[in-house]
């Protein structure tokens, strides 16, 4: 079973890096992805570069940030080798992550 921190909304991709918008309500594993989602909810801004579209998320408006999360101790989603999901948690007893939800 291969664990993630986190699923990315736009691909459902498990990731350990990539974008969080908000408090963690969006997530994001590509650039590209993330650039395509702020053009679609801010189509005004369509004068602006990818980079400045992004920094302006970023930096401007506080929207989103880019960051990693420890594969094994922010363990939150489990794939199993047939493709499936399972929610899954860090076990502080075992010192690994387990599915918690089959």
């Known amino acids: ?3 993630y ?3 990315c909304d736009v691909t459902s991709q498990g990731m350990n890096e990539g974008w969080c918008w908000g408090d ?3 997530y994001t594993k590509y650039e590209t992805d993330t650039i ?3 053009r679609k909810d801010f ?3 369509k004068d602006m570069t990818n980079k400045q579209l992004l920094e302006w998320a970023v930096e401007t408006e506080d929207l989103l940030y880019w960051t990693e999360w420890p594969e094994i101790e922010d363990t939150q989603w489990a794939k199993d080798s047939k493709g ?3 929610e899954a948690e860090y076990c502080y007893d075992s010192g690994k ?6």
């Open 1 to 3: 079973m291969k664990y």
């Open 5 to 7: 921190a986190r699923r």
């Open 24 to 26: 963690g309500v969006f």
């Open 36 to 38: 395509k989602e702020l």
């Open 43 to 45: 189509p005004d801004k």
């Open 84 to 86: 499936n999901w399972h």
């Open 97 to 102: 992550p387990q599915v918690v939800k089959e």
